[in-house]
């Protein structure tokens, strides 16, 4: 079982979580049996794992990068200069960058393979200026050893977070609550055809796990409310799409707050959006892998190269934060989601990091005609850092 090898081998998260670790052993004996990951039919039921991923289309593009014009004004990329796009997705940063300076090279990393497609045609169209990197940023260091790519050689690097458009509008990836499709949430795809998905979770963890995940990854205060209607519905039948378990949640609230909570346009929000949020980063043990990709972000870059971060919700911005500022993350309990306590220790005693200096010290949110523009990047935030 390859899934959270991360979290079984990571003690910090199993004090985090005791519930979710406890629940486990459970899971794994009951998934070398069966599955519970969902068709991409018309209703409920077990999943096909041989099904393929349709592709995406071509004919428009499948992502509006965030934060353009920011991006490139702190990467700053001169001619000839290697830059690593840690997060390719449809590509529209890359696509930038290599307009920007002639001779640039673009090394660009992704974990999902449809993304990796999109980022082999652009390497047709860029010759030999384009690097395609299939995997996680806890892989990059094997990745950039295979092609002979030494620590410290790298000038520029992009780390964009979170979900990609892309990922969001394809509704048999199973992350949007508008659209229904099947419970999965995978952003490897079928890369690993084993690694279960946000289905496995909310039809085979009990309901103290289910409510340690809401809280943890989702920041839901209703959480225990949910995790007992999930666990009601499944005895019924199986979570399978992501519809269905929209509705879960949504019948765990009265119907005048269905809709009561508020993005930050002030626009509606379905009351599972913190659901699927959690799910999300927990299928794909994403606040690890984001602190996986800011050890080898600082590893990969020479002194004097630039580091652009994007975050998409407060977990992911915390993390950042305290690993920028020079916060020692590796033995911190609950780093991700609580209050910095005190006497914290630092990477070094000056109060600030030995690995970084900010290019500005406060957090660059989108303009008003870049969300009005791209409402999904609303939630936005960039912190830019040179490496010392």
Known sequence: MI???SVRSNPMLRKTNLAVWRAWRSWKLSLHSST???SSGPGPGPLD?????????????????????????????????????MTFGGGGHTKAILNMAPEVTVLALDRDPTAISLAERLAKE???RVKPLLGRFSELEVLLSNMNIKPGSIDAVLLDAGCSSMQMDQAERGFCISKDGPLD???DG???????????????????????????YGEERHARKIASAIVEARRVNPITRTQQLASVVAGSFPPAVIYARKDRLHRPAHVATKTFQALRIFVNDELNELHA?????????????????????????????RFL????????????????????KKENKGGESVYWLPLRRKVIIPEKDDVTENPRGRSAKLRAVLRR
């Open 3 to 5: 899934f959270h090898m």
């Open 36 to 38: 519970v990951c969902a």
């Open 49 to 85: 794992r041989s099904e393929e991923l349709s592709p995406v289309s071509t004919e428009k593009p499948p992502h509006t990068p965030v934060m353009l014009k920011e991006v490139l004004q702190y990467l700053d990329i001169q001619l000839g200069q290697v830059v690593l796009d």
């Open 126 to 128: 860029h010759s030999g």
């Open 185 to 187: 949430m995978r952003m």
């Open 190 to 216: 079928e890369r690993y055809p084993d690694m279960p998905c946000a289905a496995d979770v909310v039809n085979t963890l009990d309901q103290q796990a289910l409510a340690s995940i809401l809280t943890a």
């Open 293 to 321: 990709g800011l050890r080898a972000a600082r590893a990969v870059l020479r002194p004097g190269g630039r580091l652009c971060v994007i975050t998409f919700h407060s977990l992911e911005d915390r993390l950042v934060k």
């Open 325 to 344: 500022r020079g916060d020692n993350l590796s033995g911190l309990d609950q780093y991700h989601f609580g209050p910095r306590k005190q006497g914290t």
